[in-house]
């Protein structure tokens, strides 16, 4: 059993969390409630990480991050060290692939919130902030929590853009997917069993919680 | 306009036709009556502020919500008005309680729970404070919805076909509630209904209004009294409303005398009490038209009086006769023939034969 990975992993599928749930929030609200121009567009844009190969969206992701582009180079600037092949850079990659799973759970719940209700909500003297604190997000809280457990179980799980983006430096990028896929080249099938079984528990887990969470919302509705 | 009237104008072609100018007295309950699709909802909407119109002009008392021409519009938020949603779109994570201590913003903290309490009394629902909407029945979130819509202490109070999601029997309650709060609030009431019982229970004012238009407006009794509204003749039935007061029972025969502006009628007694005000509706179709006063009928209404107006499309096999009795307006359908028959002509002196059990008497526990 690789700790250091199983730390990493742990780490990348928390920080993934942490910080594209506020925006997953901010987005899906805005895709739910908002009409504006480009919405079918920017629809399309957050699911396309669904169906791109990881190897192309790892390959565009290392031409970003390379110091001869304008962010990489800027990041090299700041932090000393290159984007690709760091945490930092995992994390960036991380998040993107995570949109879809993180968006869509919100919109879908932000837009099952019926629009009488909050045009009461706004009838009752409560302003677009106090609407969304106090009657939106608790209606949808359900659809957020989904969305952090599909990120947090699918970043534990990802593999490819991991490896092209990462690549595989222990206790800095190699994530429990990839020493798995490591230790299974070396033949050392009971480390990958170990491994193996822990990330089938987490993601059973995790799904149960989920669709869990879902049937009390579906009860409370 | 008084100064703490509500005066509305919208106007606009499309998407939703609009086209209708009117006020609101405090005090007075404005029944907009129109089938489904004819915009109700969206002059709603327009007021509250949920909707904009391409020409608009909303004036609360002193503040004007909405002037499309001065590019001016205060958010709904701002606006002191109470809905009562057609849904209710209550709030399904709260209590309710806290539904009404929603709309309670403006008061200081310590005081919501106390007023929000009152409320739910006042609607009768102190004793389910503490459930979620879920577990309401249909009437009682419609209690739970007003009680929130009186929350905000409103300037204008608006009711979206507020009964249409509850049953008969508990409708007829709700409608005796809502009649007995509004007259203790000072404000304008806008009732928007498809249904006409409603404008007939608890109205003052009527707005017909059909694709967006404004067919007529006016009080509530000149209007059933109009014999040139065959609109209102295929939507709801002609027939004439006045107030009248319960001046006798005649227990043993079963019969109620009724007071009103022109004479005295006799009704079944069922549940009134003397003394009682009540609203009498005529159905124009119930009336028989006569010459002579009639010997011989098992009859107890005969009202005299004289032809004012008469209506009748050149097609149509009926005429619509308007008769003043006294200081009322009683509208009769009868046949073409009849007309005929009996020679009526505007000014003719006629006696209205009203069967007993033909008048709607409706009562109010106010």
Redesign the interface.
């Known amino acids: 059993m690789d700790f250091a990975a199983l730390r990493v992993s742990s780490l990348l599928a928390l920080a993934t969390v942490v910080v594209l749930l506020p925006l997953g929030v901010w987005a899906g609200h805005a895709l739910a409630v908002r009409t504006f121009r480009f919405k079918p567009v920017v629809e399309a844009l957050v699911a396309v990480p669904l169906i791109l190969p990881p190897t192309v969206l790892g390959f565009y992701l290392l031409v970003i991050f390379s110091p001869r582009s304008p962010l990489g180079a800027a990041f090299e600037a700041v932090a000393g060290q290159t984007l690709a092949f760091s945490f930092a850079g995992l994390l960036v990659a991380s998040m993107i692939v995570n949109i879809p799973f993180v968006v869509q759970p919100i919109q879908r719940a932000f837009e099952s919130v019926p629009r009488e209700v909050r045009e009461a909500a706004a009838c009752c003297g409560l302003t677009p902030l106090q609407r969304f604190l106090r009657i939106e997000i608790p209606l949808a809280w359900p659809g957020i929590l989904t969305a952090a457990m599909l990120a947090f179980a699918h970043t534990l799980g990802e593999f490819g853009v991991v490896l092209m983006v990462g690549g595989n430096i222990p206790g800095e990028t190699r994530t429990l997917s990839i020493a798995i896929y490591d230790r299974l080249q070396a033949f050392d099938d009971q480390a990958v069993g170990v491994m193996a079984a822990t990330l089938l528990v987490i993601a059973v887990a995790t799904l149960s919680v989920t669709t869990w969470l879902g049937r009390a919302a579906g009860r409370r509705g | 306009m008084g100064s703490r009237a509500l005066g509305v104008t919208l106007r606009q072609a499309a998407p939703i036709p609009l086209d209708v100018s009117f006020t609101c007295d405090p005090g007075q309950v404005l029944a907009i009556f129109g089938p489904s699709g004819s915009g109700k909802t969206t002059i709603l909407r327009s007021i509250?502020?949920?909707y904009t119109p391409s020409e608009a002009l909303v004036q609360a008392g002193d503040e004007t919500w909405v002037d499309t021409a001065a590019r001016s519009s205060v958010?709904?938020?701002?606006?002191a008005?109470?809905?009562v949603?057609?849904?209710y779109?209550?709030?399904?994570?709260l209590t309710a309680l806290s539904n009404v201590m929603?709309?309670l913003?403006?008061l200081p903290r310590g005081e919501r729970r106390a007023r929000a309490e009152a409320l739910l009394t006042l609607v009768h629902l102190s004793r389910h404070r503490d459930r979620?909407p879920?577990a309401l029945s249909g009437g009682e979130r419609q209690r739970v919805a007003v009680a929130?819509?009186l929350?905000?202490d409103p300037a204008v109070l608006l009711l979206d076909e507020p009964f249409a999601a509850v049953d008969r029997s508990v409708r007829r309650h709700l409608q005796d509630e809502i009649d007995q709060i509004r007259r203790s609030l000072d404000i304008p009431l806008i009732l928007v209904t498809h249904d006409f019982d409603d404008v007939v229970r608890l109205a003052t004012h009527l707005l017909l209004l059909d694709g967006g238009r404004m067919v007529a407006l006016g009080p509530l009794g000149a209007l059933t009294s109009r014999p040139d509204l065959p609109w209102l003749r295929e939507t709801a039935g002609l027939g004439s409303l006045f107030e009248a007061t319960v001046v006798r029972i005649h227990a043993s025969r079963g019969l109620a005398e009724l007071a009103f502006q022109g004479g005295t009628l006799f009704a079944p007694c069922r549940a009134l009490v003397e003394g009682l005000r009540v609203r009498v509706r005529i159905p124009a179709r119930e009336i028989i038209l006569a010459k002579e006063p009639p010997r011989g009928l098992s009859l107890h209404n005969v009202l005299s009086g004289a032809v004012s107006a008469m209506y009748g499309d050149r097609d149509a096999d009926h005429v619509v006769v308007q008769i003043v009795v006294g200081e009322v307006r009683l509208l009769a359908e009868v046949t073409r023939d009849a007309v005929t028959q009996l020679g009526i002509v505007t000014g003719l002196p006629l006696h209205a034969l009203i069967k007993s059990l033909s008048l709607e008497v409706l009562t109010s526990q106010a």
């Open positions: 509250a502020g949920l958010p709904v938020h701002r606006r008005v109470g809905v949603f057609q849904d779109a209550l709030f399904p994570h929603t709309a913003g403006h979620r879920a929130r819509a929350a905000r």
